[in-house]
């Protein structure tokens, strides 16, 4: 165990979002992942055995061997934070349980995601979400959850410009990756010259996590925003990289210019010292065709924050209606390195303690 | 040249649109292509030697080499009809000159939409807007256009539901294939494991031209529909079949039953007997993921009218806002096939006569 | 059922190959698919809600309901004969079981395809080998093996010219599609923008298989032909049809022109009626880049024996070695059509009655 | 100009191969490439508008704009060295003006290679092939070029196990990237769902380039290796790294292990300090299924010659039949990374003095 660094475990290492966790993780300045735990397929086998990503294994846990890592065993060997890959279902008891047994969880697994004392948390659009925290009791650690895939890079092209358009409505459609589905996940035979337009539940938690994300915070609760959210999702022949075609209806009515200064000038985060925020978090390009999946998934500065931003283009202003492209990374901005920048901001924060223990 | 059938040229024929509207007269009761125009590129080339297109040559076209085809030459040799697979730019000129010669033209070209005088023809959505043509010189040949692909694919879609809902806004995110930007078009290393979110004019087309198509013929005038088309166009890696995510916002609320009944009955062309009208012309799916370019692009009965039918799939309702997704085939109902069927609307309404000449 | 035509039974039918079946049999002028038979997944599904081609389903056959269908059972209701897509490893017993209770086996499945009493029958390459079943036991049914998908295009291709080259050795790698793999098969994140270089058991089947089908009969047993195979299996994005380059390292020297015209003139069961089967059955093309999956997949002619033809191209002859590729259909030249050609064989021969019954 | 940095060009500088030049070079330690030489498309636009590669654009040349750049006005402005990605055909004569005019050349382009004075130069398999360029002018330049992208793949897997086997005849077939053609290159309607089993001229060069890799030098002129190369080339749908499956027979038959340690521990510049050579420059798979391109094509340690390496492995010896598979990245090993890796070599021997001329 490294001098200062806090005691992690990544749960579910071994599948897609898992292994995107141990990428982020390996070298991390302020976690370190001492414990993969393993699903029902991995237990007992390397992570190089596992290894999906066409990113290189990182060399320190490539011969780490998965275990079964219950909460239990987690809290008896001192971890102080796990980062949860597990699938939607089975996530919600055990980070509960990791909960009571003093672990603190940040989790993209779905399951708490709408629970009103869990934070829905995408640091630079609502950090002050973190205060519903407070709810989750006193003795624990707590849960922290990262959005959907989807929905974290549309809420974060939408907050730059969000209470200065005061929206009517929100339309989103999505090609989205076949990562998202994670491994095996979506036949080759099912994509291969084909686009499914229909990916189990993601429309709808497009639009109530949206709804919680961009919602206001009163005292330790949160009000839902009201704007309606209408998405269609698509699943597309790409590898990695959620693309979204987005027209907002607008009250109000900006200049352009206005428009592009607010998604330029955006860094809600640049006080703080995150070592995985990036810097913008929204990039805005102005090439008449991007943003491309293929040539902006890995947006991000600096290097440690690659994947991490969102990538906004092509927009048209026609008021009342401002359409544009967005793209952020499933894996990374939309996964695991979101719940990896939630336990960043909650230690930057206070919220957890140096050592990773929660705050009294 | 075949008894009764009239004497028909394809332009461009070596093109991608080309060769369809190759495989879908070859063999056509009504016209008979005697002449296969060419392009720079293909002159003095048989179809064989640039056949693209996965389907069968059509045997008796097969060894039938392209030719520069003028209008004059044309006229000399008594075509009588002329289907246009021109580029746009270049293709307005020789239209208008064939039409002068007292050619009919039927053309995918976007040169003439938008020209007032010219319908701007989807035979199950306007075929009142024949009556435009009244304003083209008496003495000549009409010309009558297709609209652009994907917003073919539209207005079939929304006819049937249109006046019901009486729209305040139409939102389109499209998923348009590969063929759509013909041969060689997209590079492959340009659209392989990407999504390109821009194809130049496209946007602007379907607003436009599905303004005019669901406008109001006044006389021989079209008085553009006003409600508001918010449209993304992407490129995706799919060979053929351009699907659309459309959200309507209606001022109206019909029951469910009665859209999809809307749908499932919808005909206008059933009374007419025209060889490559699809029957039904929207093919309503109930499945959770459907319409998918792989597997609905060729939609259409009977056996003749393949790929005509345009595929609407997963509505969702809820007032104001009616989301699906339409899928039609761009290069034959988005195309030569579009084309075609307005063909052969003119005879069966009589603006052309059983010989092919223009009706006085 | 139909008069005269013969009670069958398709098992498996719910896989990639089942449907296969499903489609070549639907409307068969000799057999009649009463029976679906169903794997764990798939019972008690109607064919349409499992359907994967993008072929039509058979409208006869898309509410049939597929059921688990025991040999007892099958054989209780009449069936005859019996067309096996059973995934190998389970399909061995049930197969032997059918025999012994007089149904005929016509199978894709790998298990028998070694054992000496059984042929492995590809009809124009190795019909003699039909006299093996003499050895199964008189009173039941017979099973006959097609070959591995790999194995059958490359001996289809290599049979006319085999003995006028007398190979010292043949080298083939192969460009396997998706399908091979059946459904889901090959995930989609495994195979977009890359190439596996492995199939499991694959490169042994080809070597093993083709030596018994080239093989001499003698009596009622075969002696492997002895020329070494070597082979390399990959797998590559392409749907369906298997491409593979050959060369055959020859010990004799044909000019060139004999061997296009022995290609050119193959054609050993023109003599018979043979419903499924292609004429020729090796397609000879002449330009420099055929052939090719997505253009040549489905060649065959009459249109029942659509995507039952070999296909050879890029003839380099430079002795003593000639290398050409060749590309079949996998799942149906190289899979259910492979087995209705072979149960047709066996009805032209005698082998079978025309009631479906072994002769005697 | 940095101090002690030999001034270079890079000629066709906005092509495929042009920008994985520039993309190697602009942080190089030895080279520094001040001109950016254009084709006939790319003149006068920078880098960045013109960059196709996913990799990121270095930031020091993003907005360097091409230039016609004549061999005269290059040795005017004092480049010693230029790196040609100048299409083949029109290469030749410029790369023999610029060496008449002092300057070195080493090239991706086919024109010069098969010339005797020239080195078609692998710097692990060949090195001693530098002596070539003695016959070259004195007064000049020298011309050194890199092998076609399969060839040099193919040579570097086979030179460690080479003379231990002492072939009788080589098998290779390619699994070749879509990046190989160059931008635009491949149409998607060509290739998506598709293979192509044509590369124009491909095979002949894989065949003479080989024999000149591995013949012998006597004195200055080599002889050629008599070895038959039985090779065929295939494009298929992944956008960099050709795979290649080869079999060699073999007259000797050495035992397995020994053929591994071969590949093991080949690493004949490990005496040299090359910045962009890879350690080890073959790297040894012992998965069932690698490699990959998607996995492997940026193998090669340290990070700069990332893509440098070639990867083997399906390692399967039957005597006298060796079987493996190879994969390299087409552009940087068999493209721009091979020549400045001959650039390198060529200053660490001392044929060109470490201000980039000639030594005398």
Chains 1, 2, 3, 4 share one sequence.
Request: aromatic share 6%; charged share 25%.
């Amino acid at each position: 165990m490294t001098e200062g660094r806090i005691p992690a475990a990544i749960l579910g290492a071994g599948g897609y979002i898992g292994q995107h966790f141990a990428r982020l993780l390996a070298d991390h300045p302020t976690f370190e992942p001492l414990v993969l735990g393993a699903g029902e397929r991995s237990g007992g086998r390397a992570l190089e055995d596992l290894w999906q990503l066409t990113e290189a294994i990182p060399p320190d846990l490539a011969r780490v061997r998965l275990s079964p890592a219950s909460p239990r065993s987690l809290a008896a060997s001192g971890i102080r934070v796990a980062f949860s890959a597990l699938p939607s279902g089975t996530a919600g008891p055990i980070e509960s349980e990791l909960a009571r047994r003093g672990i603190s969880v940040f989790t993209n697994a779905a399951d708490h995601r709408m629970d009103p004392r869990v934070p829905l948390l995408v640091p630079e659009v609502n950090r002050e979400q973190l205060l519903l925290a407070r709810r989750q009791p006193r003795r624990g650690g707590i849960v922290v959850a990262n959005a959907n895939c989807s929905t974290t890079g549309l809420v974060l092209a939408l907050r730059p410009v969000w209470s200065r358009l005061a929206p009517r409505a929100v339309h989103a459609s999505t090609y989205q990756a076949l990562s998202g589905a994670g491994y095996p996940g979506v036949p080759s035979l099912t994509i291969t010259d084909n686009v499914v337009p229909f990916i189990r539940e993601e429309e709808e938690k497009v639009a109530r996590e949206s709804a919680k994300i961009l919602g206001t915070v009163r005292g330790s609760r949160v009000r839902p925003d009201e704007t309606p959210f209408l998405v269609h999702c698509a699943r597309v022949a790409t590898r990695e990289g959620h693309l979204e075609a987005v027209t907002v209806e607008a009250t109000r009515r900006p200049d352009r210019a206005e428009l592009l200064r607010r998604w330029s000038t955006f860094d809600p985060l640049s006080a703080f010292a995150l070592p995985t925020a990036p810097h913008p978090p929204v990039e805005l390009r102005r090439e008449v065709d991007r943003p491309q999946p293929l040539r902006d998934r890995w947006a991000g500065h600096p290097t440690r924050a690659r994947g991490m931003a969102a990538v906004v283009g092509r927009v048209r202003w026609d008021p009342p209606f401002l359409r544009f492209y967005t793209l952020s990374h499933n894996a990374v901005r939309g996964g695991a390195g979101g719940s990896v920048l939630n336990a960043e901001l909650a230690l930057a924060l206070g919220v957890l303690r140096p050592d990773g223990r929660r705050a009294p």
